[in-house]
């Protein structure tokens, strides 16, 4: 009996195989890093840490929340640029 496809190696159904998926697997370094970042994000912008920044402080005549608001996203797309890049090589 033959088996179901055209014969090709590596193709098949959609869970896919580790030549279709290349060196970036879902275990791939880059992806748990990508992963984390979001896990960071999701904790940086979320009540208890914005909290922190919630103070009668100036910075360069700016109050210090949106200061610090836009530091943390600007470190964070900066940190994903990095990791993304990274992965390519």
């Not at 014969?7 to 970036?24: I, T």
Request: net charge neutral; proline share 6%; with cysteine.
């Amino acid at each position: 009996m033959r088996p179901s496809g055209n014969g090709r190696r590596g193709e098949g159904g959609a869970g896919g195989s580790a030549d279709e998926a290349g060196e970036r697997g879902v275990g791939a370094p880059a992806t748990q890093r990508l992963i984390a970042l979001f896990g960071a994000a999701c904790l940086l912008f979320n009540f208890p840490l914005l909290a922190l920044w919630k103070r009668d402080a100036v910075v360069f005549g700016v109050p210090l929340f949106p200061v610090a608001l836009f530091t943390v996203w600007a470190v964070l797309i900066g940190l994903l640029a990095w990791i993304v890049e990274r992965a390519d090589e």
